[in-house]
């Protein structure tokens, strides 16, 4: 007989951001209230201004990628107010996900 | 004339511009040679340290005279001032948006540590002196340009990304700057014989880590130069006359203010050169509508090595010219 899996459905919100903005990003997150995140670095890519790389002589163009799962309603507060700060650089996605031990968020 | 060719066959043919070529080449080449980012920061870090400290120590020696108030009085209203003028001249012969135009303006009020740094190295092997105190105008420098782009920019209506205070934070304690005053402080305080203990680290090696250093500035050049979608055949006109309009005003004012000759071509470089340190991290916070590829690709790709390898020993040329010696 297999054990029930616990069901904590959660949001997951995902920012690619420039990294002069990233202190802006967390601060955002905290003031929505999530309960952590995680940056994750990025290696290079290409968008709308063309190719990036990290950490050629200046931060300016190099990205981090800013992961965090919260609640559905803070997580839709938190993309709204993602909105202005991403308006001319980075970007940022939102997805239903699972978590395990769902009272961590 | 002779003594200027050879005076430019004598910088082309040094290590410093000989490894940046080097650089160049392999990147234009896309060989896999690459200088790992945390060894190439690193490079970076030392070489603020080691001007940073060597200029404090000869400040000790030197003390707060009329002639350094000069030339930081000097090099504030360069770097306040020549935005001003790169500004129009982006939106009327570029065709450049005013937030972007201000942008680059900005970049080119302020200055690039590493042009000095190779500048005096330059001056160093052709036996030029030069004062430590040239150091403390490069760190003075830094700022006053990101003020008049901002002002540009919101004079044209640009929205501004992030307050003055987080964005005064992120300029004064930009990791650079920070070392670099505080490595001039130190060397202030410690004077000749802080620099005796340490000169073994900070004196001798310096040539070959710049070496070093130019040699990646010149991967990053030719990649920047290679990828260049963002810049079109105007800008690139910008970035070979802009430098030349900074040096002459720099150069200039420098004589005027009193300044040895050494110095003035010091105030010619730094009014000739272009931050892609700094300055672009500010815009990215403060004017995120900026386009960085512009700015960073202007002046990394076309004014740093046209200031490395004709840019100096014209300045210095003409400098001593000037001051009616001989180059």
Same mark, same amino acid.
């Given at each position: ?32 209230? =999530? ?5 994750? *670095?990025? %290696? /290079?890519?290409? @968008?709308? !201004? ?26 839709? =507060? ?5 909105? *202005?700060? %991403? /308006?001319?650089? @980075?970007? !940022? ?13 | ?327």
């Amino acid at each position: 007989m297999t054990a029930t899996r616990p069901h904590h459905p959660r949001r997951k919100i995902e920012i690619l951001t420039p990294m002069p903005l990233l202190n802006r990003v967390t601060a955002l997150l905290k003031a929505h209230g =999530a309960s952590g995140h995680t940056v994750l *670095p990025a %290696l /290079a890519g290409q @968008g709308a !201004a063309g190719r990036w790389e990290r950490g050629h002589a200046t931060d300016a163009e190099s990205c981090v990628m800013v992961v965090s799962v919260l609640g559905a309603d803070r997580a839709d =507060a938190l993309f709204d107010a993602l909105a *202005p700060l %991403l /308006a001319d650089a @980075g970007v !940022a996605w939102m997805s239903d996900v699972e978590v395990l031990r769902g009272e961590k968020y | 004339m002779t003594d200027v060719l050879s005076l430019a066959g004598e910088t082309l043919l040094s290590p410093l511009v000989l490894f940046f070529a080097l650089g160049v080449a392999a990147g234009f080449a896309r060989s896999d040679l690459t200088i790992p980012d945390a060894v190439a920061k690193g490079l970076s870090l030392y070489l603020m340290l080691a001007i940073g400290f060597k200029g404090g120590a000869a400040m000790a020696a030197y003390g707060l005279g009329p002639e350094v108030l000069a030339a930081l009085a000097v090099g504030i209203a360069l770097s306040f001032a020549l935005p001003l003028f790169a500004f129009p001249v982006l939106r009327g012969l570029c065709r450049m948006d005013a937030v972007n135009a201000a942008a680059v303006a900005a970049h080119y009020g302020s200055i690039s540590v590493v042009t000095f740094v190779a500048a005096t190295s330059m001056l160093q092997t052709l036996g030029v002196a030069w004062d430590g105190y040239m150091v403390a105008v490069v760190a003075a420098m830094e700022t006053p340009a990101i003020l008049t782009g901002l002002w540009l920019a919101g004079r044209s209506g640009a929205r501004l990304g992030e307050s003055s205070g987080a964005l005064g934070r992120e300029v004064l304690l930009n990791g650079s700057v920070v070392l670099l005053v505080g490595s001039f402080a130190i060397g202030w305080i410690t004077g000749d014989k802080g620099l005796a203990t340490i000169s073994a680290f900070i004196v001798d090696p310096f040539k070959g880590v710049l070496c070093l250093f130019l040699l990646d500035m010149g991967l990053v050049a030719a990649r920047r130069f290679r990828d260049g979608s963002a810049v079109n055949g105007r800008m690139v006109l910008f970035g070979l006359v802009m430098p030349l309009v900074g040096a002459l005003a720099g150069g200039l004012l420098g004589l005027l203010a009193g300044l040895a000759p050494g110095n003035a071509t010091l105030m010619a470089v730094l009014g000739a050169s272009a931050s892609y340190i700094a300055v672009p991290a500010a815009m990215r916070m403060a004017l995120p509508q900026a386009n960085p590829a512009v700015s960073i690709t202007l002046a990394l790709g076309i004014t740093f090595p046209f200031n490395l390898t004709i840019g100096i020993p014209l300045y210095h040329a003409v400098i001593t010219s000037l001051a009616g010696g001989t180059p």
